[in-house]
Structure formats: structure tokens, C-alpha cells
């Protein structure tokens, strides 16, 4: 059968090749696509930008290929383009079949069903049941919808089948290694900063991400590891299909989560990289906890073992520098200001850089939290900072507070500029303040350490986040123009940079040129 697949962003480097590096592709649809193949499906992926002339490449794959079945994954603020693509779809062939999978999907199951625009949706984990819909498709067009995580859509009477949810997949070492090749004409240079994912699920229960309301909707251990022996093949591999690859990013929610596990990974890692000439970098992210952060010989175990690895940038949530709004609001593991400096310091010590993670216009966020935010990256000085404007995901503890707040409408949701628009007033925080804020944060943190044209750089990109397409625009000119990526890299908060250095689109994690 003949199945197309569709990713959609809204920022982008080019329309032909929207992704600036493979750290951007999406593992959730990278998997979907790699395991109908491997059950030997034809499979055609399409990366969709807004400006993607859908006339050129969707129009003549479906009238030359005649595909069965299209696949689609959405967060909340991918749906409109999803929907959109959809329905371009079903306009060119109504026999098409369209499949919606994704957090938006799992976390507004009712809403997206019901909208009439896909036939079925994926709710949970899909890659075994997309198989199995595939391979009955003409059955289910007959009416047949007892397939696990997903739901139906009858088009002809309307009527919507739920079915239950498989336990979460617990070997996650069965799955196969996702299908690389097929994003690479999709981005400017796959071999620049690729991810590997070392496991699925979050055992923690911050109210803004939708990890929480993912992990209750089965049954099972939602927190998995892959093991070390299956990575290390995974990465053997990558190494041998992309043999200019010189650092990867280690995909994880926290490699904290699981102390025992993360040490087996890094050793499995460290003995590979012994057996490199030229040894491997890797990026990972990490969550303190107090009870981590109690003993310094902890401390010292974790950055020996991370330096070992030749782990050289940790990512590090300190999302606000208010204690009180890290335990009252956003649910954040427990740790203090002070520890997490401490931590920022000793990394140092080590050669390790750390990178924070900053979300400001919270719901309850007083300018006095803010500051307090601004204080603690001043004081510790991180390598850099990801500054992410609050963003409302359906689904989370902390959208449906906002919405019972009065603070904003699900209806109003703006898809455009996630997480780089202010869109709720707080009390003695405005909306224009929260955006100000969001601009000039880099001379508040960083003024006196970093050169003044470095801070100015940085307020400026953040400035034009705000406004996808000049955003996209001034993107196209910075990767072919060598002089002003020469000005990047000289000023640009992320450190010296290559003519084809990566950044992210639509994703937690950023990436940064060592």
C-alpha cells in the first residue's frame, strides 16, 4: 500500500529544506513511518511548511502514486496547518484515508474526532496499531473499528468508535531504528547534530507539559529505558550512514529520572567512544532534585561519569527562579535556587557547559517572580538560555487552570508564534511587559559577561520569533549568506557557529554550536 506521511512547521530555514539539522526530526512520526515500512509498506514523507505549494508536491504525489492512506501528527499548535493539509488532501481524493496522531490528538481526543476532518485518530502510543490499520483498511472502510488506541469516524453515518488503550510498549529495545534517510532531503545538513532517543516517558508531573496527562492515559510503565547495548548499535549504525557526525543529542526527558539506568548509558557510551579515533560529543538533558543535590559525592559521580561520556552541554530546567512557582504552580521537581548554581558551577569545573530553560507569563507569575528568575541566570551564569513564553497546551494541568482563570479562551488559541508571544495579562504582568521582558532578558542576565553586539544579537532573534515568516525570511538569509552568518557567529548567544549550524522548530529542545 501506498502511504503518505506529513509533518508540518511553522518556522522554517527554507521551504525546500525547512529542518537546519536532524536534531529536529520528529521521533513520534519518524517511528509511525519507519515500522510501515518495515511491514512493507510504500511510504513517501512530506515536511509542510505554510508556505509549501501544496499544488507542486502533495497534488502531483497523490494523482501520480494514488496513495491509500495519509498519515498526520500534530501538537496543539500544528493542528490548524494539519487540518488544513487534510482537507487539501480529501479536496484532490475523498477516498484517501487520514490518520491524525500526536499530543493533540491524545489530549483533545473529542474535539479533533468530531470535527469530521480525520477519519481516524491515534490516542496513546501508535506504532503497532498503525500497522495493523493499515493492513485492514478495507475492512475498516466497511465499518470493522475494533483496532486498540485508535478511534473512528464513520463518514457516512458520523458515528465515532472508541476503542481502549494497550498498555504502554515496555521493550522498547523491539522497536527498529527509525528510517533516517528518508528526512534527509528535508533538512540543510543531516549530518550536522542528529538525536538519538534513549527512552520514553517522564516520571515527573510539571503542570505545563503534557507529560502528566500523557502518562495517564493507559495502563503500564510509562517511564522507559532503552538499553545500552541497543543504543550503542543505534549509534554504531548512525556512524556508519553519516560518518561526519561529531556530536549527538542524547533524547530524553531527563537522564535524572533513572540514575541507574542514565550511568549504564553513559558507560555503554564511554567505552564506544574508547573505541573511536575520533570520539563522539553528546548533549543530554537533566533534572535536579534536592535529594540528588544532598551529597556531594553525587554531584562529583554524575559529572565524572558525564565527562567520561564526553557529555559537553547538559540542559537544566530552571523555568522559574521562583521557589514558590516552581512548587505551587508548575509542580517542578524539588530543588532550590542555591542548589541548582551550585550544580551550574560544578559543571563548569568540569569543562561541561549547561544550558537553562526559562518559561515566563505564567499563570500566578508576579514581575517580582520574574526577576527572581532574572537573578538566579545572572548569579550562575549558564553557557546560554532557551527562553520560552508560556503557551496554554490543551490538555495540561496548567492550560485548564488558565482557562478556568478567565485568563484566556481555548478558542483564542493563536496557533501562530508558540512560545515566543505573550497571550495572557496577568495581575502587575502585562501581556506588552511579559514580550518586553521576553526581548530584553539577555541584557538583564547577561549584561557586564557577554559583549554588548552578542546581547543585541540575541534581543534582536528574539524580537523576530514573534513574527514567523520574517523569522523564516531573515533565517534563509543568515544560511546563505556567509557574511552575515560570519555576524552570527561571532555575536550570536549560541557560540561560534558553522554556515549550517542547527536550531529547533516546535520541539523543548534547542540546539546550540559548541
Not at 542528529?194 to 496527562?213: D, E, I, Q, V
Not at 550544580?343 to 520574574?370: H, M, Q, R, T
Amino acid at each position: 500500500m501506498k502511504i503518505g506521511c506529513i509533518y508540518t512547521v511553522e518556522t522554517y530555514d527554507s521551504v525546500e529544506r525547512p529542518f537546519r539539522a536532524p536534531t529536529e526530526i520528529p521521533f513520534g512520526i519518524a517511528i509511525i513511518l519507519t515500522v510501515l515500512q518495515k511491514a512493507g509498506h510504500d511510504v513517501e514523507l512530506f515536511v509542510i511548511t505554510p508556505d509549501t505549494d501544496l499544488e507542486k508536491s502533495l497534488s502531483k504525489y497523490i494523482r501520480t502514486e494514488q496513495p491509500a492512506m495519509f498519515c498526520f501528527t500534530a501538537v496543539s499548535t500544528q493542528y490548524w496547518q494539519a487540518k488544513k493539509v487534510a482537507q487539501y488532501v480529501l479536496e484532490i481524493d475523498p477516498s484517501i484515508y487520514c490518520v491524525l496522531g500526536g499530543h493533540h490528538a491524545s489530549l483533545n481526543s473529542s474535539a479533533v474526532i468530531e470535527e469530521g476532518v480525520f477519519d481516524a485518530i491515534c490516542v496513546g502510543e501508535g506504532e503497532r496499531g498503525i500497522v495493523a490499520l493499515a493492513e485492514n483498511l478495507p475492512q475498516i472502510k466497511r465499518g470493522q473499528y475494533d483496532f486498540k488506541n485508535f478511534w473512528f469516524r464513520d463518514r457516512t453515518t458520523g458515528v465515532i468508535h472508541k476503542n481502549v488503550l494497550e498498555e504502554f510498549r515496555g521493550d522498547l529495545d523491539a522497536l527498529p531504528f527509525i528510517n533516517r534517510k528518508i528526512w534527509d532531503k528535508w533538512i540543510e545538513q543531516p549530518d550536522e547534530y542528529p538525536s538519538l532517543l534513549l527512552g520514553r516517558g517522564c516520571p515527573f508531573k510539571c503542570t505545563y507539559c503534557s507529560n502528566h496527562a500523557m502518562a495517564k492515559l493507559a495502563e503500564g510503565n510509562y517511564v522507559r529505558f532503552r538499553s545500552p547495548s541497543n543504543i550503542v548499535e543505534e549509534l554504531t549504525c548512525l556512524s556508519q550512514d553519516y560518518p561526519n557526525v561529531d556530536r549527538v543529542y542524547l533524547e530524553v526527558e531527563t537522564c535524572g529520572a533513572n540514575r541507574k539506568a542514565s550511568y549504564a548509558v553513559f558507560d555503554a557510551l564511554a567505552e564506544y567512544n574508547r573505541s573511536r579515533e575520533r570520539p563522539l560529543r553528546f548533549g543530554v538533558n537533566l533534572a535536579l532534585t534536592s535529594n540528588f543535590m544532598d551529597k556531594a559525592e553525587r554531584i562529583d559521580e554524575l559529572l565524572s561519569k558525564a565527562r567520561a561520556t564526553n557529555i559537553t552541554t547538559i540542559n537544566m530546567g530552571l523555568e522559574s527562579g521562583s521557589e514558590r512557582m516552581r512548587k505551587e504552580v508548575l509542580n517542578r521537581p524539588s530543588y532550590t535556587n542555591d542548589e541548582l548554581i551550585k550544580f551550574c558551577n560544578a559543571a563548569k569545573a568540569y569543562g561541561i557547559k549547561v544550558i537553562y530553560f526559562v518559561l515566563i507569563g505564567i499563570p500566578g507569575e508576579s514581575i517580582e517572580d520574574y526577576l527572581e528568575t532574572v537573578r538566579v541566570a545572572r548569579e550562575s551564569q549558564p553557557f546560554t538560555c532557551y527562553v520560552s513564553i508560556f503557551f496554554p497546551y490543551l490538555g495540561t494541568d496548567l492550560a485548564t487552570q488558565a482557562i478556568q482563570m478567565g485568563l484566556i479562551q481555548p478558542e483564542n488559541l493563536s496557533p501562530k508564534s508558540e512560545r515566543s508571544t505573550a497571550r495572557l495579562n496577568l495581575e502587575g504582568f502585562s501581556s506588552k511587559r511579559i514580550q518586553f521582558e521576553y526581548i530584553i532578558f539577555w541584557w538583564r542576565v547577561y549584561k557586564g559577561h557577554w559583549p554588548l553586539a552578542k546581547i543585541l544579537a540575541s534581543m534582536f532573534a528574539a524580537f523576530l520569533k514573534g513574527h514567523p515568516k520574517i523569522y523564516s525570511l531573515y533565517l534563509y538569509i543568515r544560511n546563505n549568506s556567509d557574511f552575515v552568518m560570519g555576524l552570527v557567529g561571532r555575536y550570536s548567544s549560541s557560540g561560534p557557529r558553522s554556515r549550517r549550524t542547527p536550531r529547533t522548530v516546535g520541539t523543548r529542545v534547542d540546539v546550540i554550536r559548541e
